[in-house]
Structures are given as structure tokens and as C-alpha cells.
């Protein structure tokens, strides 16, 4: 089976005021391409902190990190913000958009840093915004867009550099339960596309639209499930 994220035995410690706190232990993971995938567990579990070495914003203190077929233990910063440029998709919980940007400026954001020339920039970062249906509000800023039109333009903004894994962190959190709905909708749409979705939640409404369930607890899989229709 072709894997997409292979995780060995993965661990994370933060020393604090000289103590070794350990987040995460020995975590072993694989997750197939174009898998949705939903992680669960407790707040202060380590799951966000796992979702930052998913994306390549945190490395381990221990085990291995492979991404389609690459191994990313002991790659240089540089190296690391390479692969998150070409491969990975965020979103969180609080959409992270620049206010004062509208949504086809935040959205072009990662094609910026690409390099990509700017009317390349625009006509993508578009067409990710006709995508997630919000052709008619391109040019709202954040503030004129309501928390479920904000996460939609999170999510052209994940989409537009045409990254294969979307890492979503409590992507619903923030909203109420009918636009939750309709974002949770457009993920199923997204990954029948074959992207591979890794979703972060503590909500189990949430988790039961995915593929498969991993439970975490104090930084250890407890369970690992299937989800059945
Ligand atoms: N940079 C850090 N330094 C020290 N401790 C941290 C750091 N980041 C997270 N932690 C601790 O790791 C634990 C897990 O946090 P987190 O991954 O955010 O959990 P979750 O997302 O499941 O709520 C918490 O106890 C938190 O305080
Ligand atoms: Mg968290």
C-alpha cells in the first residue's frame, strides 16, 4: 500500500525550567494517500503539537518522519518550509487571514512565496476562490466576510499551491453548526479529488465524517479505527 505519511515511533519533549516535559511518545502512524483521517483526544493531548510536525513546523525530538516517500528527519529549516510550501494545506481553527489583505490577496499568499509571477497569482488564487463558492466575494477583507466565508477562503488558500495533504486544525471550531456543516461538506468534495485530509478535532460529530479515527491521549494512540458508513 502506497503509505503518505509514515510516522516511526515518534516523540516530542519541550524542556521546561530545566525539566523534560514529554508531549508526545513514540507515536507510530501510517497514513495511505488520499485517506481522510481524523485525529481526536482530550485538550492538551498533543494534538496540535502533532499537527505541527505533520506540517513541518516543529520536528520531533525522536523517530522518523516520511512524507510520500521522503524521509524529513534532520532537514534544515530551509528544506523543511520547502516541502511545506509544495505539499501541505493549512487551516485552523481561527482562519488566520491578513485583515487588512482581501480574500484574493491571502489566498495568493502561498503562490507569492512560490515565486509564481503576480497575474499568475491572481487568476489561481481566483480560481480556488471559485472553488470554495466565493467568486462574488473576492474582494471582501476578512471583517466584511462572515466565520464560515473567512474558513472558505482558509481553505482556497490551502488549496492553492495545489498541496497533495491538508492539515486542519479544530477547522470547525469557531463557527456555528450549519456553516461547520457546509465546511465539512466541502472537505468530503476536496478529498474525493484525492487530497489527503488529516483533520484535528475534539468534537466527535466532527471526526465521524472522516475515514478513520485516531484517538490520542496524553500523547499516545489509544485507538485507531475505521469508520464505518
Ligand atoms: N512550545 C511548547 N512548550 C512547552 N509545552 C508545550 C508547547 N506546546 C505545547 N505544549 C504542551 O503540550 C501539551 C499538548 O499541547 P497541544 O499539542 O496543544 O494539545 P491539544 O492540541 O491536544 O490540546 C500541553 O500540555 C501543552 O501545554
Ligand atoms: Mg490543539
Redesign the pocket.
Known amino acids: 500500500m502506497d503509505q503518505f505519511i509514515e510516522l516511526e515511533r515518534l516523540s516530542k519533549s ?1 524542556r ?1 525550567a530545566g525539566e523534560e ?1 514529554q ?1 508526545l511518545h513514540q507515536i507510530s502512524l501510517s497514513v495511505p494517500s488520499g485517506q481522510y483521517l481524523s485525529v481526536i ?10 499537527m505541527h510536525i505533520l506540517g513541518c513546523l516543529d520536528v520531533p525530538s525522536q523517530g522518523r518522519y516520511v512524507l510520500d516517500g521522503r524521509d524529513l528527519t534532520g532537514l534544515s529549516e530551509a528544506a523543511l518550509s520547502q516541502v511545506r510550501r509544495q505539499s501541505i494545506g493549512f487551516i485552523f481553527q481561527s482562519f488566520n487571514l491578513l485583515p487588512s489583505l482581501n480574500a484574493v490577496e491571502n489566498v495568493s499568499l502561498p503562490l507569492m512565496y512560490q515565486g509564481i509571477p503576480v497575474t499568475q497569482q491572481k487568476e489561481r488564487a481566483e480560481a480556488a476562490l471559485e472553488r470554495v463558492g466565493l467568486r462574488e466575494r473576492r474582494h471582501h477583507r476578512p471583517h466584511q466576510l462572515s466565520g464560515g466565508q473567512q474558513q472558505r477562503v482558509a481553505i482556497a488558500r490551502a488549496l492553492v499551491a495545489d498541496a497533495p495533504l491538508i492539515l486542519a486544525d479544530e477547522p470547525t471550531g469557531n463557527l456555528d453548526s450549519h456553516s461547520g456543516e457546509e465546511i465539512l461538506d466541502l472537505f468530503a468534495e476536496l478529498n474525493a479529488e484525492g487530497r489527503t485530509f488529516l483533520v ?1 478535532t475534539h468534537d466527535p460529530a466532527v471526526a465521524s465524517r472522516s475515514q478513520r479515527i485516531v484517538a490520542i491521549h496524553d500523547g499516545t494512540v489509544v485507538e485507531d479505527r475505521k469508520v464505518t458508513a
Open positions: 519541550y521546561m516535559l508531549i483526544g482530550p485538550s492538551g493531548s498533543g494534538k496540535s503539537t502533532l484535528i
